[in-house]
């Protein structure tokens, strides 16, 4: 299993909205990032991600899982630009503030902390366990 990190500015598509999908889940659309959208590529049915609020939260507020790998958006006609479905899975006991990531020594080289701007991102698996405990959650 891999793990990634999926952004959303919580007034567009908040963890709420990504939980009222259930277990269809919902597209991760409009990725028009090359890097990014590469990530959604190499994801696996199965394979977990962090859902993180951006904009004024900046917080890991939710676990979700890769329902469905890299397929057409269906936002666009442009063929270059693929997604993947996700589910939530459980929210976090206390969101995860990415000062208090950034304020962790073992979290230095995390991607999320070195790019903040990239909208999809692998998260090793040590980083992962560092955050699902400091969100009084499991991994």
Known sequence: MAYWLFKSEPSTWGWDDQVAKGDAGEEWDGVRNYQ??????????????????????????GIVEVIATAHPDSTTDDARWECVDI??????EKP??????????????????RNSR???QPVSPA???????MGDTKP
Do not use: P
């Open 36 to 61: 990014a959208r590469n990530f959604m590529r190499d994801m696996a049915v199965g394979d977990r991600g962090f859902f993180y609020h951006s904009q004024t939260e900046k917080a890991v507020v």
């Open 96 to 113: 995860v503030k990415l000062d208090r990531i950034k304020a962790d020594e073992r979290l230095a080289e995390m991607i999320l902390v």
């Open 118 to 120: 990239l909208s999809v």
């Open 87 to 92: 589910k939530a899975v459980r929210g976090f």
């Open 127 to 133: 980083e992962w366990q560092i955050i699902c405990a």
